[in-house]
């Protein structure tokens, strides 16, 4: 104990820190190594706490948690014993207790050296019991400190057993989180809006997990509408719109029966006032705030209003149409944006003054975005048929006010008659179905339903059902999603580029089908046959190493030693590009083979190894031997096939061009036929032979010396089953026998 007192004089003393560090380390481990008695050792943990959460010297703190560990491994019976009721109640209320999150800290030191006892254990019953209680008034009393909350919000989800367990301590913790949540204020600086986004979405972290402990909706429903009250307060104060992120963590059934819930709450006219700002200030964060599915929360909602109260949504359209356009040119915030923009746009069509304020900025806003690329113009594309269609449906606005906005729109399409009936049924009000958003030609209500969950079919060009299943599971995995949006491709990278636009259309496509013929004809394989049943994992193996080569040849990988958090971030747009995106569920229609092969392929993708040296040599072997069937007009009448020697070649992970000539049928014309020598059991083998084949006469008059024969097993070999969303129907060459002639399988597969 003599040691203990030593270290107070060391504190004083004028000696350099680091040295303090070493000799007070020392010390306390002297004391927490040697046989304590009860006593002793009680007096030894006190001593530590407060060094623990009252020292503003950070060695001293470091020092002493680490002889506390100690303590509690040494010494399990009597620490038990030390750590009861009275131990934790003066930790959570004794004021001089001023470091709260070492307290935190403390507390998970506590709990790891309890986790070994069972969990009918009454000290760790109790020890668990009295932090559930203390936690949630904890947080609530002290939470306003972000670092604080963040501290608690790390023990609950690292140590799950401290979340409360009974339906009423449930919803208390939500409401305090969510309080929370509101009373924070976003930094003014850019670099450290980083920082508070992580930490706020660490504690929004916990809410899952809460709902889930309370095994029904009550909880999430309840969250919900606790961030209702706070948005819909039409007092001078605004939330914090890190809420958002909530809305962003609650199931979509979930959602769909908040939006009902607090419908039937806005039939008063204060209730429809509340409605109106809550809406109002969703959507200014839609252009603050990066988000993955708060629009469609957005939209849900806008749906039941325009069909019930449209005066609430043109209230919402009048306060704040021109601020989200000014936002669209931001690619961050476009596509969580044009959708909400658009539905509000051609819902209050019939607002004169509404057009007017808009086309004072039209001329700006598109301006920008034919700056942007390829996914701003397609936005410019709607906005100015928008401005096309509003013109002419104000003719009485005088032609100063509109000129600037006719020039800039003066190289898109002129609408037709059909278009404009179909944009004008759009109107709230107008009997033709509420505000459907803008471009979805002649769907219902419910089909329009499907669309704003993201759901666009893609149409069959000739068995590319490989294709449409692969681009739908891409598509509907949130992190490739997000980075296929934010990528920006150079002129280098046509297979990037296409493959963006086709996300695109999958989000923002005008019908519920879209067709993607120019990715077709750019990313399919050159093995591929077209109109051909094929392999939708070749597809995806292959498409995934295209896209990561072209990666590599526009932008070599380099290094930078410079920490993240130092890095200045100009906007609020560079923010979400260090964001992670949170797990989601899958919500395609595509199949699960698919899905699951992507999921491999992402995890395994930065280990393969490039091998292009050979893929050209391969690829030329291929080419050439192609090229010499087709001139023989074939080789049928025989039962061999592609040596197995041949068929195992190729390089794993990268384009190899042998591994997928033998995975495919090297046939003639439209026959599904492999390869053969005819009355031979024998199979062509192309192992680096670049000799031409002979084939003057009949076709079974190949010369001998022309050829590398290798001798085949003469059971059956069969290639791998296509795995694509047409399952059941055999890849190309698969099941060929190599018995007699007689026995070869000349079905024609399924087209």
């Known amino acids: 104990m003599q040691q203990l007192t030593l270290i107070d004089a060391l504190i004083r003393s004028q000696q350099p820190d680091n040295l303090k560090k070493v000799i007070a380390n020392k010390l306390i481990k002297q004391v927490v190594e040697n046989q304590l008695d009860k006593n002793d050792c009680k007096n030894v943990c006190q001593q530590l706490t407060e060094w623990i959460l009252t020292s503003d010297k950070n060695y001293l703190k470091e020092s002493s948690l680490e002889g506390f560990n100690i303590l509690a491994q040494n010494n399990k019976e009597m620490f038990q014993e030390i750590c ?267 607002s004169q003054s509404m057009f007017v304020k808009l086309a004072g900025d039209l001329p700006t806003i598109l301006s920008k975005l034919q700056t942007e690329g390829v996914t701003a113009r397609l936005t410019w594309e709607k906005l100015a048929e928008a401005g096309r269609y509003l013109h002419g449906l104000h003719p009485t606005v005088p032609a100063s006010l509109t000129q600037d906005m006719l020039a800039a729109v003066e190289d898109s399409q002129p609408l037709t008659e059909g278009r404009k009936t179909q944009l004008g049924s759009q109107a709230w009000g107008s009997g033709g179905g509420g505000g459907r958003l803008s471009g979805w030609e002649g769907v219902s209500s419910d089909s329009m339903m499907m669309l704003h969950s993201g759901k666009v079919g893609l149409i069959n060009l000739g068995n590319t059902c490989y294709m449409n299943s692969v681009i739908q599971a891409l598509f509907n995995t949130t992190r490739f999603r997000s980075l296929v949006f934010a990528s920006s491709p150079g002129f280098n990278q046509p297979v990037l580029a296409s493959l963006q636009q086709v996300f695109i259309f999958l989000r923002h496509s005008k019908r519920n089908i879209y067709s993607p013929s120019e990715f077709l004809r750019i990313a399919r394989p050159p093995w591929f046959e077209s109109g051909r049943q094929q392999d939708c994992s070749e597809f995806l193996t292959y498409l995934l190493d295209t896209l990561q080569e072209e990666e590599r040849a526009v932008r070599p990988v380099e290094t930078s030693s410079a920490p993240v958090s130092d890095i200045a971030m100009e906007s609020l747009a560079e923010i979400s590009e260090v964001l992670e995106d949170q797990d989601e569920d899958m919500k395609s229609s595509s199949s699960a083979t698919a899905v699951e092969t992507i999921q491999e392929e992402l995890k395994n993708i930065d280990e393969r190894k490039e091998s292009a040296t050979g893929e050209n040599n391969e690829e030329e072997e291929f080419d050439e031997a192609r090229d010499i069937v087709e001139d023989t007009g074939g080789l049928g009448g025989s039962s061999g096939s592609l040596s197995d020697d041949k068929r195992k070649k190729g390089s794993q992970g990268s384009l190899s061009m042998s591994r997928w000539s033998t995975e495919e049928n090297l046939s003639i014309g439209d026959s599904r036929e492999v390869l053969n020598m005819v009355g031979s059991k024998e199979s062509l083998n192309f192992n680096g032979s670049k000799e031409i084949l002979n084939t003057s006469g009949s076709t079974s008059d190949i010369k001998e010396e022309n050829l590398e024969l290798n001798r085949m097993n003469t059971n059956t070999f069969q290639d791998a089953y296509s795995n694509g969303t047409d399952s059941g129907i055999q890849s190309v060459g698969s099941s060929v026998s190599a018995h007699s002639p007689e026995e070869t399988d000349n079905t024609t597969p399924l087209s």
């Open 84 to 350: 009861d009721s009275t131990y934790i109640t003066d930790l959570f209320t004794n004021s001089k207790y001023t470091s709260r999150v070492s307290l935190i800290g403390l507390i998970v030191t506590i709990l790891v050296n309890f986790r070994h006892l069972p969990q009918t254990n009454r000290p760790k019953l109790m020890l668990l019991r009295d932090l559930r209680s203390h936690l949630v008034s904890y947080l609530r009393q002290h939470g306003t400190v972000l670092a604080t909350s963040v501290a608690v919000a790390h023990l609950y989800t690292t140590l799950t057993e401290t979340l409360p367990e009974t339906p009423q301590e449930i919803s208390a913790l939500c409401g305090v989180i969510v309080t929370l949540l509101g009373s924070y204020v976003v930094p003014s600086k850019p670099e450290q809006i980083t920082a508070f986004r992580r930490d706020t979405d660490k504690l929004c972290s916990v809410l899952p997990l809460l709902w889930a402990k309370s095994r029904n909706q009550q909880a999430c429903l309840e969250t919900l509408n606790s961030v209702y009250v706070l948005i819909s307060d039409t007092g001078d104060g605004d939330p914090c719109m890190c809420l958002s992120a909530v809305i962003e963590k609650v199931p979509q059934a979930s959602i769909v029966q908040a939006s009902q819930t607090i419908l039937s709450q806005s039939e008063s006219e204060v209730g429809e006032a509340k409605l109106v700002r809550a809406l109002s200030r969703l959507v200014s964060w839609l252009g603050m705030w990066p988000s993955k599915q708060l629009h469609t929360f957005i939209l849900d909602i806008f749906v039941r209003v325009a069909k019930e109260r449209s005066t609430v949504l043109k209230a919402v359209a009048e306060a704040n149409l021109t601020g989200i356009a000014k936002k669209l040119p931001i690619p961050v915030f476009r596509s969580q944006l044009e959708p909400i923009f658009f539905f509000l746009l051609y819902g209050h069509q019939n």
